[in-house]
């Protein structure tokens, strides 16, 4: 019975190096996520700057182009000027290159506009990828060092695991049950000392005839209390 409650307290002590091993294992790969969303954030509004600064250029264009087109129809109006016969049809003519400047400087205004837009544009994105660039380095730094740390939680692990199941195979069937039950119900805290008639799980007072039998080591008793499995500690 005393070697029972030797592989039970190894299995208590092992759960708990596994249990805050994937804990922290878990954390890490929670910073690891996150460091990568903020990476995809920046980088999102880079690409939508991108996206933004291609349509106003476009638009650019557009004007651009249409303002060529009406520059060209006032220099051929006022080619026509020299030619024309008939008042008339010279108002008509003169009428046509006032409203073709009037587009004209409409166009030209709204380049002008759109240009510094884009120049806005251009100085944000260029902001926003050399902060995406700096976070992409800091993350890539410590992406490294969670992957090292990951590796090395795998290896504990494994090889815990692998000494985890030596240690069951070493215990009754029902003991293992029992044991797998309050580990699951008690927060990975299965099996505990009592000390000087007192369970250190639940911190309740043993009754005497129960903790006297932890001296002789004839079944492994539970708290009547929180019922976890008994070892006897020191006594004081």
């Known amino acids: 019975m ?12 092992l759960d708990k190096t596994l249990r805050e091993a ?17 990476v995809d954030r920046i980088r999102g509004m880079v690409e939508s700057l991108d996206a933004s ?19 060209e129809n006032i220099k051929k109006a006022e080619g026509r000027l020299p030619a024309i016969k ?19 400087k409409d166009l030209q205004d709204r380049v002008q506009a759109t240009s510094e837009e884009v120049a ?46 030596q240690l069951l195979s070493g215990l009754p069937a029902p003991l293992r049950k029992r044991y797998q039950m309050l580990l699951d119900r008690r927060q990975g805290v299965a099996v505990v000392e009592a000390r000087n008639g007192t369970c250190l799980g639940c911190n309740m007072q043993l009754p005497p005839q129960l903790f006297n039998s932890l001296f002789t080591v004839s079944e492994v008793q539970s708290c009547p209390h929180c019922n976890r499995l008994l070892y006897l500690g020191a006594v004081e």
């Open 120 to 165: 806005a544009l251009e100085k944000d994105r260029a902001e926003k990828a050399a902060e995406c660039a700096a976070a992409d380095e800091q993350v890539e730094a410590r992406r490294r060092e969670i992957s090292g740390a990951l590796k090395e939680f795998d290896q504990t692990l494994k090889a815990g695991d692998g000494r985890r199941d």
């Open 53 to 71: 600064l291609g349509e106003l250029r476009d638009q650019r264009g557009d004007l651009n182009q249409a303002l060529s087109v009406e520059q």
């Open 86 to 104: 008939t008042q008339k049809e010279y108002v008509a003519v003169l009428k046509e290159i006032d409203t073709a400047k009037k587009l004209t």
């Open 22 to 38: 994937r804990q922290k294992r878990a954390e890490l790969e929670s910073e690891q996520a996150t460091l990568e969303a903020d």
């Open 2 to 13: 005393q070697e029972q409650l030797e592989l039970l307290k190894e299995l208590q002590e």
